[in-house]
Structures are given as C-alpha cells and as structure tokens.
C-alpha cells in the first residue's frame, strides 16, 4: 500500500482538483502579466514599454511548457506528485529569472505575481498539509533569497503579506481537515459496524471459532507494523481485511463446518472453497476492495501447495502472507469442535519449522521478535465466552 490515491472517486476529485488548480493559476497568472507589462504601461501610465524582450519571451515558454508535462503525469497516474512538481517547478524558473534579470543591473526590483496569492489560498483544497507548507515556505523563500541577493528591503511587503495569507489558509487548511475528518470516521464507523455484523453471523454459524478473527486481526496488525511498510490509515484497513478473512466460511453447510470428526477428501475440497468465495463476497463493497487479496490468498503456502490458485513465493500478495502466519497461529493456539487447543510453544516451533515452505522466509523471522508480543495478548485474552474444550490444551494433533 503505497500513499497513492486508488479510490475510483478520490482519484476523480483529485483529477478535478488539480484541473481547477492549472487553469485558475494560467488564467490569473497570463492576465496579471498581460496588464501589468502591457495594459497597464500602455494604455494607463502611457508609457513605452517592451512587454515582451527575449528573456522573458522564454520564461514564459518555459512556464506554458510545464501543461503538456503535468498532462503526462496525470495520464500516468502521478497525481500526487503533479502539484508539487509544478508549483516546484515554477517557483524555480521565477526565481532564477528574477535572479537573472536584476542582479548587477541597477534596476529596482519590481517583480512577483498575484497568482502567488492565488497559489498559497488554493492550496488547502488538497486537503494536504505537507503540500501547503510547501506552497507556503516555498513562495517566502523565493523573496528572502531575492531580498538577500539583491541587498534590497523591496521584498519585505511580500513576506510580511505572504506571511498573512499562510495564516488564512492555515485556518481554511483546518477547515477542510476537520470536515474530511469527520465523513471518514462517520465512514468508518459505517464499515466497521459492517464488519462487525458479518463476523457475528460467520461466529453464530460457528461457535468454536468465536473470537477467531478479532484475534487473527490482532496477530496479524502487530505483525505487519513491525515491517515498518504501513501507515496507520493503512493498517486500520488491513484489520478489516483480517477481521473478513473467513468470510467465505457462510457459504459452507454446517455439516462440514462443526463437524466433530476429520472431514472426508470431498469435505475438504468445500472447505477450500471459502478463499473464493469470500472475495467474491465483497469485490462489489466500496471501501473494502483492498481486501480482497487477503481474503483469497491467505490459504496460500511460500511453496506453492496452498490453495485457491498454488500461488508460490512472491506471487502471493504481502499482506496474505501475513494473515497465514496469523490464522495458523490462533488455529493452533484455540480450540475447535475436532480438537483442542495446542500449547504456546508447540504452535512456535511449527511456525518455525513452516519456513520457506508453508512460510515467508522473512515473516518468520519477524514472528520471532513479535512472538511475546502474541504470548502476552494470548494470555490477557477473554476466553470465558470461548467454548470449554478451549482450556484443554493437551493436544495431540492440529490440523492447518
């Protein structure tokens, strides 16, 4: 899960966003420099003046240039870097033209552009803090090297008021924050009550695995934390994913599901259809597409004789070799309606004796150093709603 939009919808409002934000800032930024170096010269303080001489005929080519350059990145689906590439970009170019233009000359620095207001009161409509300051900073920087290159106090007005404006859209920033913060949890809310009402019905159908998600979700979070690879927006939807894991398990008669004995060949072959089944379930519910990877492929081994599809190695997404190190944990460690629970210990070494084979190599390692972390949960855990078989831990078997 890298920090890129994939939503369907937050990718339109981004695309939008960002269609808005070039044709306002080329809207107000070609008629500021139309009036300002042409009307404004000619036809109000009836001056001469030469709008355009050779140097900033290119800088103005180099400004128009940067359109095609964000339409490609935008085809490519870089929409997170495209506003910081371009506001970067321009700020650059303005900076070294006016660098350019009136060192060494003698002539009073007269320079910047109204879209610079525009840039720093549009910018918290990305709802992105680290791109506001970046506008922000970034345009006070250009005067502060400028005022100290040219050893000039011309640039004090434009600091003191971008300074201003920062502080408007700072507030307007906090606004739209708190806002999108407010749907979200109201959304989240939602889909957890979702999740939840979903495990329930998997745990009325069968008993003995009450508890068994809430705990695989736990295992597994701890678990992919400690990869270092995940935010905690990102994690928060990967225990929805863990928490749906078996979702597929509706589908199964009750007659396999609480059967007491070891099930027949045929019996097994239904059992292995829940992956599918599962994904299939929610391919179709927003906010839980990401889910599906984990769902599918969490029965898949390292060496390719797991199952829906045999995926081998790499081939099975991350996150799903993350949810088998887990689900095969708490399967050992809690009792079913076939046998009992395994002892702590006994479920370590099989964990450890599964790398490289029913294992990633790496997440067995990593299962190494986030094991007390397990024990500790394991032994904190309310059981009294577990079935009483559940305290028996003299097993002799424990079938994955």
Sequence with gaps: MQNIIKDSSLNHEEKRAIKWFLALFYMIFLSFESFYFYIYPNFITKQEFQPFDNTRFYYYFLIILLMPIVIIMMKKGR??????????????????????????SGLEYKS???????????????????????????????????????Q????????????ILSMLGFIILKRFKGYVEAIKTSYDNQLSGIVKGVIATIELKDPYTRGHSERVAFYANSLAALTGKYS?????TFTYACLLHDIG??????????????????EYEVIKTHPVVGAEAIIKVRGLGESIDVIKSHHERWDGKGYPEQLKGDEIPFLARIVSVADAFDAMTSSRSYRSAMPLEE??????????TQFDPHLVELFKEVFPEWIAFHMK?????????QNNISCREVIL
């Excluded at 589908?251 to 396999?256: A, Y």
């Excluded at 479920?347 to 490289?356: H, N, Q, S």
């Excluded at 855990?381 to 078989?389: C, D, G, K, R, V």
């Design 79 to 104: 929409l997170f870097w495209v506003k910081y590439f371009f506001f970067i970009t321009y700020t650059i170019l303005t900076t070294l033209y006016d660098s350019l233009t009136y060192f060494g």
């Design 232 to 236: 905690l927006d990102q994690l928060r």
């Design 112 to 150: 910047g552009n109204i879209v610079e207001v525009f840039l720093i009161l549009f910018a918290p409509i990305f709802v992105n803090s680290l791109f506001f300051w970046a506008v922000s900073l970034g345009t006070m920087f250009k005067y502060v090297f400028i005022g100290l290159l040219l």
């Design 347 to 356: 479920a370590y070494k099989r964990i450890i004796e599964g790398k490289g």
């Design 152 to 163: 000039t106090t011309a640039v004090i007005f434009p600091v003191a008021l971008i300074v």
């Design 249 to 266: 398990k509706v589908n199964i008669p009750d007659s396999i599901l609480t059967k007491p004995g070891k099930l027949t060949k045929d």
């Design 381 to 389: 855990y309310n059981w009294s709603e577990a079935l009483p078989i």
